[in-house]
């Protein structure tokens, strides 16, 4: 693991993203596991016919948010997987918290059905799962401290950036810096678990969560934090502000199933319906 | 006897229409009352949420200007420590001259930290590390040579909140100041924060104004600090519901909300009335008004179904009976029914006005007058407030003159013109003055010149010689200017020599703009400017100092004198709730009292009674459509359909019921026996008038018992702020209005219902009590149906503002006028009024007054008319109408005496009366019974008298004793039965003929029988005596 890690920080600089990618991301499984996984899944039958088993953020108020008072979640991924599991003619939904670095392991070993939690499309998940068409666009952002005084990303060299390890915010925003002729992609140092890599104009510090991500800009621990828009909302306020004219990617989230499986296309087909006929939007709409 | 199946049907149809009436009247009030309360609650709501954002913008203004102000504070502290390292003033990079800084300046940690944020002194360890970005702000020193905009980090994780100051000392230095902003946060949440906007707002009676963040659904703000912070879907809001611009029903927390959504920023304000309080008002109203028509309609139905019933039972002539067509009305019906159905009508118009009245009213005097007292409460908050600021910026000047004196201690030689200006930027105030120990003025950036302290104690700045007479400060009340005018504060500290001699000292000189301005926040006019009150409502308040009007919407009336406005003097006072004019307008208006003014909302009548016009009518219009549906039920019929008489009209009789004639109308009435034994008649023996009038006792009685308990269980049953409460709470004007009236009419109630139980327990107890205790008991009942009577006049008279205690007065007064002459009308009156109550006769009753026998026709306040049969009137004065008989009673007895000649045989007589008596009831249509031969009454001189009684109406007595009289003599003459009179008799021996020995068995068993007949019957010399209340 921590071999293909470095590898994949060196084959950065040399030749490309994607695998970086998900190296970065500090869970690819290997191949190994892949298989394994897979067929684990397949093994165990999808779930008794009337439940859809579903994995769903807890945390990202709007797309999925757990109520720990009542133990409900709430958020458009809810009403999502509720419309889903209905069309496709499950009476019940059972909901799992996931959490970005077990959400994989989740669906690969069959432990839920499908994944609705703010889970962008990439190639890299595309060569693990089967992704339905995207049900909700949105970019990964940066947000700096006012008192920063950060008017650009060229004012950010040197400075400390900040993501969620287990999210894909680090991967797409090294291949970005990259692009962009920030940095030359190579890192120069890495702590351990990759959560501290300190790279030729920039250093990148990893968080295991968002509200630490979000503390650590708070007290300047980190000069700006990278993240998805959508859970970026969360942590606004107007002391902060998002890093004009820089996107580090578009993302669009879709619902992911097992590769192969007999749910994959059902699931397509049925959120390719929701979006044609608007309930999709309704639901957007209703949760902005 | 059954009832026929044509009237059961008939009856089952009315029963329908009845309940079918009374479901779309139901229907009809709840939803027009309902719709009525929504909309007036949606145009507040509107009106609410059209105010909203500018409230959040003027909170958002306060917020950012307390900032800023609180900013400047530390910013001018940072900058007085530049200002002394410039300037030679003692500064050291130490940590120790931090520490004295820190205490000069009552911050909470100062340092000196480096360009790139290195940290060369400090006061105390700080958890900031300023080589970060994050605190490149401070760095901006730099560049401007200002203080720089402050940095403020918050993680409440550490507990870490502070505020960073920095300040310019050279190219490489700079002051950084750390401090919490606990006091900052405190002010925004007082002034600035959610909770004290919306804490603010009061919708209706209840309602509020909640906020639920757009984000994440978490209630923000909400009356009930349990419900902040839980999530709104949670709490029952429904995301759909949870748009801008929505008007729907939600539910929070259980509580069912009639709610505004409107969507500022990130944020969902949603004003909220609960319906309850919507619900409960009108509940009231809907339910008097339906219970009124349920009166009127089932008394109407009632009758309509009795007279049809009495009518099958005794039969009906035909000539109740008038054709229309394949119809038939009925005539002794539709009469009376149609009187009871207008009467009723307007009953139904004029209670549900009234009560609609009523509940506009005091829905809108409830509003207002807690309106009232919040804005006074809110006044004297903010003088409060001014008092606070005041001592706040003393303080806050205070220690800034304390730091200019510091300064000057260190380094004296800064005690020129151009210094003292620095010093006074750095500062941020207006002018330094610098006196030595002779208070002659040394240096000053202002223009005065040559100023010394004056030496007299009027002048301004005499206070300040303290200062060279031991005192270490002065803080002058700001006070206007003698030249400019201008709100001005001079505030002066000591200065000492190394030695610790005094020098002098140093005086500042502020414009204190923003303590000016807030003071003029609170402010009358400011505060009462923005008040707006439903749609046309506003507040303005009276000065109690000069009883002129303080501030009125209308600037040509603010200054005026209130009672050339036409307020009265009664109008203020704290309380008041009622209609007022001003200007010739006239308003509804409370009033709400300060320390130093009386606060009045007023607003125009309002929607509610507006309405209640539109309401009435509608009302009435649908208990039109059901009485004349009714009416038309039982009045008419298809002529074809005749209903068998069951029975002659004479046929049954009825136990304690007797006809009277009043105005020429028979009609039948209660006999006086049994009115005063209150003895109970079985239902059948009703006249269909007596069963309505018994019916709509009930209805009565059920109607105060209910008022009755809800104003005993008030607290329990209603909200302490309902409409209910707020007529028995008795804070509205007494006076002649609904509310006294109301009031005036539960009393009633409440007491009506008291009395009526102590006498139906007196009543109880009596039956087990001797004679003794039975008079007793009927005194105590008697007492008590006085002492309820005078003690609801006397508290409804109090209630409808009659002065009582002139009242009381008047009664002496009125002692003395009586005992003066005007005895003779006062005692008429008072028999009069005695006569009614105590219903010792009525208008119809057959009464002998001092041997004057006759009908009562009337009885008035003064006199009573008595018609004595022949047509004479008599009238008699009430204080003369003494020892009545009344002979209404349920049969009177005529009674003949016949002599026979003692040679007769009374067992002949006897047998030939047996045989001839049924005859004579068969030809006497009057005799109710009998006649009975009452045996032998006397051995008289020249006869044996014999006694025959017949029970007949009282009306019939005297026709029906002539026609016995004929009747025996007819029957004497037919069997040769002699009956003496004075005869010279020539005495031939006659062989008497002796009875047989069956004759005289016949006769004793004749005896026998009548005696058993009339055992019951008494004569009528005995017609009072104690067997005939053996019954009771």
Known sequence: ?288 | MRMSKGLTAKIAVLVAVVLASMIAMGVLLTGMQGQLTRSSYAEEIEYEEASLPELLEQADAETAENTAQFDAIYQSKAASVSFMAQNDAGFEATDAKMVEYQELLAVDNIMIVTREGEIVARATDTRADFTRMRFNRLRDTFDTHEPSEAVEIEYPEEEWLDRYYASRIDDETMVVIEQDPAELRTLVESTGSLASVLGGISLGQDGYVFAVSAKDYVIEYHPDEDLIGADAIDAGLSVENLEDGTLANMTLAGEPLFCGVTKIGDMYYISAVPEADMAASSAITVGVILFAFFVVIAAVTLYGIFVLRDDERHGHSEEDYRRLGPVRLNRSIAGRALVLAIVGFLGILVISFYMQTLFALSSQSLTLSERAESIAKSIERSQASAAELEDQYGERYLSKAEVAAYIIDQNPELATREKLGEMADALQIQYIFTFNDQGVMTATNSSFTNFVLSEDPEDQSYEFRKLLQGVDYVVQDAMPDEVSGELRQYIGVTTHDASGQLTGFVQLGIRPTRLESLLESVQIDHVLDGVQVGADGFAFAVSKADGTIAYYPDQNTTGKDAAACGITENQLRDGFSDYITVNGERYYASVSETSDYYVFVAAGEGALMAERGPLTIATGAIALVCLIVVFALIAIEPSSRIYAAAGSLEDEDRKGVVEVNIGGRKVRTETAVSRWLGRSFHWDELSPEQKVGCVLRWFAGVAVIVVCIAVIFKDSIFDKRSLFSYILGGTWEHGLNIFAITASLMFACVLATAAAVIQKILRLVSRVLDARGVTMCRLISSVVKYASVIGMLYWCLALLGVDTATLLASAGLLTFAVSLGAQGIVSDIIAGLFIIFEGEFRVGDIIQVGGQRGTVMEIGVRTTKINDGSGNILVLRNSNISNVVNMTKEHSYAAVEVGIEYGESLERVENILAEELPNIKKRLPAIIDGPFYKGVTMLADNSVNIKIVAECAEKDRAPLTNDLNREMKLLFDKHDISIPFPQVVVNQPVQFKKATAAEKAAADRFNAEQKEAVKNMVDEDEDFDESNDSRR
Request: net charge negative.
């Open chain 1, 1 to 288: 693991m921590q071999d293909i890690t470095r590898r994949g920080f060196l084959g950065l600089a040399l030749s490309g993203a994607a695998v970086a990618a998900g190296a970065l991301a500090g869970c690819t499984p290997n191949a190994a596991q892949t298989g394994s996984a897979g067929s684990a899944g397949k093994a165990a039958p999808a779930s008794s016919s009337d439940t859809l088993r579903v994995g769903v953020r807890a945390d990202i108020v709007g797309f999925g948010y757990l109520n720990e008072r009542t133990g409900k979640y709430y958020g458009l991924e809810i009403d999502i997987a509720e419309e889903l599991a209905n069309r496709l003619g499950y009476k019940n939904v059972e909901y799992m918290t996931v959490l970005p670095e077990n959400r994989k392991e989740l669906l690969l070993e069959g432990k839920i059905d499908a994944l609705v939690a703010c889970y962008s499309i990439a190639e890299t998940r595309l060569e693990n799962f089967d992704f339905s068409p995207a049900y909700y666009d949105d970019s990964v952002i940066a947000v700096v401290q006012n008192s920063a005084q950060v008017n650009s990303i060229d004012d950010l060299k040197g400075a400390t950036f900040g993501t969620m390890s287990g999210a894909n915010a680090a991967p797409l925003l090294s291949i970005k810096l990259y692009e962009i002729g920030f940095s030359n992609g190579e890192s120069r140092s890495l702590g351990a678990d990759n959560n501290d890599v300190l790279f030729d104009t920039w250093h990148l510090l990893q968080y295991p969560s968002y509200q630490e991500l979000s503390d650590a800009l708070e007290i300047g621990e980190v000069d700006a934090m990278v993240l998805d828009g959508a859970i970026a909302k969360t942590y606004m306020n107007d002391e902060r502000s998002v890093l004009d004219g820089f996107t580090v990617d578009e993302v669009s989230y879709g619902v992911a199933t097992q590769k192969g499986s007999e749910l994959s296309g059902r699931v397509a087909e049925t959120i390719q319906g929701m979006l044609d006929d608007g309930t999709i939007g309704a639901i957007i709409d209703k949760w902005d």
